[in-house]
């Protein structure tokens, strides 16, 4: 994904979120997509993940995170939205004070996604995306992601998400996600880690198939797995949901 179109998109699924919250009957309701939240919490927890991520970009340090002193103050003051809108504009004021290629502690050092603020901004842009989806839902007006999120976040999932999460501890397996409006995305699970778009040969035992937002979806768990077509062993699928329901 192109480092501007990454920043655009991040402002935008923001500004996605807070509509969905203003035009919310009530502000506590619960969010289906992760129910121990209501929509407050919602906009809290991207707030202050945009707070730190900006401080993480200001910082250009890959050997570690930066303290909480530079971090700064991460909780809601004041008009809650406001302070929403605040966060995304000092995210999107570090990214843009750096590059792509800069380099930048993340939490995926064990995966394959490189170590750099063009990494960050990929994966803030599905943060946003997918927390805006959740204020959708939550007030009944769920909105596929738009193409250029979802096409990438299927891949961006395997690899950040997947890849950080060590050996795969159940049956090593080779996974197809078929975008139907997008490229395949293929995933070995074996004991050495999830490897993506492997080059050995082999057929999938499990194919998945539909919207690539809906495979973004289901990866997250915001959508069961069984709302896609699906081709083989549907148990690999319910162990990997298991596996990566920490992410």
């Known amino acids: 994904m192109d480092f501007d179109h990454a920043l655009t998109l991040i402002d935008e699924r923001s500004a996605a979120l807070r509509d969905a919250v203003a035009a919310a009957a009530v502000s506590d309701a619960r969010v289906p997509g992760c129910p121990e939240w209501d929509l407050r919490d919602l906009v809290a927890h991207l707030g202050a993940v945009q707070r730190f991520w900006a401080a993480v970009v200001k910082a250009a340090d890959p050997t570690g995170r930066p303290p909480q002193e530079a971090v700064g103050d991460q909780e809601p003051r004041g008009d809650l939205l406001q302070w929403s809108a605040e966060s995304t504009s000092m995210l999107l004021e570090a990214l843009r004070s750096a590059t792509a290629e800069t380099p930048a502690w993340a939490w995926w050092g064990a995966s394959s996604s490189p170590l750099t603020v063009g990494a960050v901004a990929r994966h803030q842009v599905q ?83 539909g919207p690539a937002s809906d495979l973004v979806l289901a990866l997250y768990g915001r959508v069961p797995f069984d709302d896609l077509h699906v081709d083989g062993d549907r148990e690999v699928l319910t162990q990997l949901r298991a596996w990566a329901s920490a992410f």
């Open 127 to 209: 943060e946003a995306a997918v927390h805006a989806r959740d204020a959708q839902e939550t007030i009944g007006r769920p909105e596929p992601l738009p193409a250029p999120v979802a096409v990438d976040g299927v891949a961006e999932f395997l690899q950040v998400g997947l890849g950080s999460l060590g050996p795969w501890p159940h049956r090593p397996a080779r996974v197809a996600f078929d975008a139907v409006d997008g490229p395949t995305s293929v995933a070995d699970l074996t004991p050495a880690g999830v490897q993506l778009d492997p080059a050995a040969a082999g057929d999938p035992v499990t194919t998945v198939r």
